[in-house]
């Protein structure tokens, strides 16, 4: 038997798993790189992710906050709340204002996911 999550159950568990670990990447992704560069951890990884973070921030420096709303709101691979949290991070914008900024893209995002997935699946049946 197949279970599926009634509207109401999946948006809020959605919405809550993609912006949980939001505030720990803003305050700690930035001292946790640094620890583990100067311990020679897994420097290759983390050259990487910043490499790969950076690439896509250009759209979001100029734009700051309103291109890194936007930035988590368009449901690609690759974009999203931890995405957008390490490139605020990495950027050094103002934490609390990346949050909000961060979340209402990640409702926005919610929301048109949902739409698609609820509306196609409601127009196929």
């Not at 993609?18 to 020679?40: A, D, G, Q, T, W």
């Not at 951890?41 to 309103?66: P, W």
């Amino acid at each position: 038997e197949i279970y599926t999550l009634s509207l109401h159950d999946a948006l809020p568990i959605s919405i809550i798993g993609n912006i949980l670990p939001v505030p720990f990447i803003l305050l700690f992704v930035v001292k946790v790189f640094e620890f583990m560069k100067k311990r020679n951890i897994m420097v290759n990884v983390i050259e990487k992710i910043e490499k790969r973070a950076m690439s896509r921030s250009e759209s979001i420096a100029n734009k700051e906050f309103l291109g890194l709303m936007l930035f988590v709101a368009i449901p690609f691979p690759g974009t999203g709340a931890w995405t957008g949290a390490l490139i605020a991070a990495l950027l050094q914008f103002d934490r609390k204002k990346s949050f909000v900024y961060i979340f209402i893209g990640v409702l926005i995002a919610a929301s048109l996911v949902t739409l698609g997935v609820y509306g196609v699946i409601g127009f196929l049946v």
